[in-house]
């Protein structure tokens, strides 16, 4: 099969979100190709294509302890320098603040976290660089596979998430909490509770399927997508977990457990 090169911006780019934008960041930010897996082994179709609403305020599932600081807090609309300044410190050794976008961080990291378990995610509101390089498919429209090369393109965004030291990154958002809330609460979900939507795409990024063999695609249109149904109607985060490559998908599954364990059980500490 020869080996096509696209062009980034003649596919469709939904981005993530997900442990650089969900480890505050999830690691998102990242374009990507509706594709599909070919060795699908029947991939069967997730129960999650009806995206849950967001639980009431008075029915908290994960609620933070109390941020101990006494640092105040800047308003939502100021909040850039402090908050990035904050998460270079907090990661100062993995490098992570390279790939985020330093402008209204907070509220693109909510949106992202809110798309993440729902089809699409909007690429305007993405909290992270894109990936640099082309996207490669190996076939033609008619029978195309993803080209594994792809796979090394996120390696560098990866190896910065690994870097990530979760406990004090998370001491950040337990600090921020409340610009987080109110960002959250902005989007129109004024009695919902933003760390349980956090979990709740968490769980849902923990639940994508691992696909063996090449990954096949078509191309109705101008964008590829999953050949089969079943794996096109998974969500935008799940679908970019795929795309990414078992091994990356992998590092970051290990990564949002930590921010998990920590956001719903363990008390965080400065």
Do not use: C
Request: glycine letters at 4%; charged letters at 20%; zero cysteines.
């Amino acid at each position: 099969m020869a080996e096509r090169i696209f062009d980034e911006s003649s596919i469709n780019k939904p981005l993530v979100g997900i442990a650089i934008a969900v480890a505050l960041a999830a690691i998102g930010g990242w374009y990507y190709a509706h594709i599909h897996s070919a060795s699908l082994q029947k991939v069967p179709p997730p129960a999650a294509s009806v995206v849950p609403a967001p639980p009431a305020e008075d029915a908290i599932a994960h609620p933070l302890p109390a941020d101990a600081s006494q640092a105040p807090l800047p308003s939502l609309v100021d909040s850039d320098k402090t908050v990035n300044d904050a998460i270079g410190e907090a990661s100062a050794d993995s490098g992570v603040v390279k790939y985020l976008v330093p402008e209204s961080l907070i509220r693109h990291f909510v949106v992202t976290v809110d798309n993440l378990p729902r089809q699409k995610a909007a690429v305007a509101k993405r909290p992270t660089v894109p990936v640099a390089g082309t996207f490669m498919v190996n076939g033609d429209e008619l029978h195309a596979t993803l080209d594994a090369q792809n796979f090394q393109r996120y390696v560098p965004m990866i190896d910065a998430l690994r870097k990530i030291d979760t406990q004090r990154l998370a001491a950040v958002y337990l600090h921020f909490y409340p610009l987080f809330q109110k960002s959250y609460q902005d989007l129109g979900y004024p009695n919902a509770y933003f760390n349980d939507r956090l979990v709740q795409a968490i769980d849902g990024l923990l639940a994508t399927p691992q696909i063996a063999g090449p990954i096949d695609l078509v191309r109705p249109n101008v964008m590829y997508v999953f050949a089969d149904p079943a794996l096109e109607s998974r969500s935008a985060g799940q679908k970019i977990l795929i795309r990414i490559g078992p091994d990356n998908a992998a590092i970051v599954k290990a990564k949002l457990t930590e921010l998990r364990a920590i956001i719903t059980a363990a008390p965080l500490k400065h």
